[in-house]
């Protein structure tokens, strides 16, 4: 692990229901086009509001993947 | 969208269950008196403790409402 | 309480399912040495990733507790 | 001066055209309510994106009125 | 205390003599209109200067109070 | 919108005229690669003098495109 | 002075009459079970209000102690 | 270039009608004296408002020259 | 006012009694060879400690004066 | 230099020995797949412990590239 | 790993002649009366200057150990 | 010590080979001019790139010294 060479990306997901779907969410899609996302961090939560009610969730993170 | 004006307020809720929940309520009770709240972003997630046990989660928010 | 002196402790915990259970896991094991814990902040919300999908998530928080 | 009391707005302006166009149309529309606006602080410059050009900028401040 | 929602305002209040002063005179001036007024956070000290002496000290702070 | 995930780029542009112009240029260069670039994020102002003068602006910004 | 290893406590004390008392009384609650705190750093000012006036000043501070 | 020292200055520079006058103007000040100021950076951007319109924009930043 | 240039200098003084006589003995001193000092803002609050008590509190903060 | 536009990637690299080296073997490994890195900017230094010994540090470090 | 609680404690350790020198030595003398130091994150880089020259170099840290 | 005032400069040195002899530099470059510098604090790691190599370090920090 010691001479490893990390890459973070910054991606934003959503959710209806949570933060944790909308973090599952998000790093699900980025896997999709890169390999060995190993750990993310929460940066921003936010969300949208309809009718005095969250309508969804949206929380920004940082994913770090492996430099092959 | 391009020429519309938000106000935000600062608001906190609790919840004994979740921070989704004490968000919720915040929205909720905040929605009695202000119309148009679109949109929220978290600024701090606290709670209090009993017995060792998590008795109730405190969210606080930023909210934007349109000024009509 | 405007005479009681509180003190913070940094911890860190884990959960495979929520970030709410995170932090009760951090509060209960701190519980077992500290009495008194009355209050926390989250500090960052971080998570580990498995073939594309959380793993666990891993919350710090400060906890404060007062001293006797 | 010495004995005056400020309260702060948050408040969020567009313009399709400058920062400083979209601060003028917060402060002017929070006026309409508000007397006594004295300053200004920009917390956040954002916008938005059509065709790879800006289609509007999105300022938020925060404006210090005199309570009387 | 687990079911209330809190709302922040942020005040400016001014003092010749001390920080405890200005923090002082800015609850009293919001107390004459918003009841319920529970906690405050100090967000910035500054003061002005004449002849090389604190003309007075202007503290800016957040006050919480309860949403009936 | 729900569900959508987005990518943050972080850019910097230039510009001999205005804090607009830079932010400009570097949405438009990054446009002739990117798709979809829905929003961006001041992060940094920044310039260069030369013999008194500003001889361009420098800005930093996070530009988010959603992931298709 | 160049060899010496410190570790930091976080306090929180309170004062119903100043933002230095609460300092003084968290210091001193310290010093009764850890020897040779050295220096602190105010890290939060806060304080609670009953009836429009500040019941008590709440001051958190960071403690450098020397480890023998 | 890898071998020399830089001094930074803070200052804050005023405009009727933009930002980029206000910084253009605080370095053309401090150019009377000081020779050789190479880069600059905004920290923070105020203005004051007479009649519900922007009377001033004043900002403040750091600019870098070289020391000989 | 709005076409003044001002430039700030950072300080530190002490005070074995108060935040408030640490600031006012740094503006005193700087006030010995700058003129035109006209505000400050305190950046960080610090002290030192002796046998449990309070020796001295160091205050650091920004004073802005006016360029003539 | 006026009209280029940059893009800033984030990475961590490792080493057993140093912060410098941690950093060199970061920008290396991205200079394999990115022409034209810059400069760069430290943006967190971790490490890892083992036996009381500091095994590897691990430095985060935003690279910014010009775009052709 | 997943169900692991830690804690954090904050160090500061000094060395004449490097950053990394000052971190072991926290590590190195936390670790006498701590077991399990998993890892740290650097704070504050700072030092003392004595006849122009870099006399030491004071470097605090976070320290994370397991919680058995 | 406790009646003493500081004043801060920020200051950039640079180095081919480390942080540590960047900070030297800007340490004795500013003490050609300057007494009593006491301390400093590191603010900002930079460095620019040529190759793939870090060509040099370029590191910001804040030095303290005594007003006489």
């Known amino acids: 692990m010691s001479n490893h060479v990390y890459k973070t990306l910054e991606l934003t997901g959503s ?9 599952a969410g998000a790093i699900a899609k980025a896997s999709e086009t890169v390999r060995n996302i190993h750990w993310f961090q929460v940066v921003e939560t936010r969300g949208y509001v309809e009718d005095g ?3 969804y969730w949206q ?6 993947f492996r430099l092959e």
């Open 15 to 23: 959710s209806t229901t949570s933060i944790e779907a909308a973090v």
């Open 53 to 55: 009610k969250v309508a």
């Open 59 to 64: 929380v920004t993170l940082k994913a770090g």
